[in-house]
């Protein structure tokens, strides 16, 4: 079951690295960043589907996504020094709350 999880945090890595890029690539005109971006997308999702075999997709696609939404905002404080209002880092604190607990009752398939 480690190695699951450790699949969803590539998947999330290369799925933040992707969404990163975003505006690196100024709407797909810059080559390399547009590549390394597709890149990052298609490895996210093909880990993913090591990890959907063996836990509910629900469970699956509202860690990756919780999670992610929560890296990219952290991420784009940092490297485009874009400003959350403290009621939006409330929301992201409370995804993060919700994926924790979403995944402390999610039932196995193994």
């Given amino acids: 079951m480690v190695k699951t999880y450790l699949f969803l945090v590539g998947a999330i890595f290369f799925e933040v690295a992707g969404t990163m890029l975003l505006p690196v690539s100024q709407n797909f005109t810059?080559?390399?960043?547009?590549?390394?971006?597709?890149?990052?997308?298609?490895?996210?999702?093909?880990?993913?589907?090591f990890v959907v075999n063996k836990l509910p997709i629900a469970i699956v696609y509202a860690t990756w996504s919780g999670l992610g939404i929560f890296t990219i905002a952290?991420?784009?404080?940092?490297?485009?020094?874009?400003?959350?209002?403290?009621?939006?880092?409330?929301?992201?604190?409370?995804?993060?709350?919700?994926?924790?607990?979403?995944?402390?009752f999610t039932i196995k398939l193994n």
């Fill in 30 to 49: 810059k080559l390399i960043p547009t590549v390394a971006l597709a890149t990052f997308y298609l490895c996210a999702f093909y880990l993913l589907t």
């Fill in 74 to 104: 952290i991420m784009g404080y940092i490297f485009f020094k874009q400003t959350l209002a403290w009621q939006a880092v409330l929301g992201l604190f409370l995804i993060v709350i919700g994926v924790i607990l979403v995944n402390s």
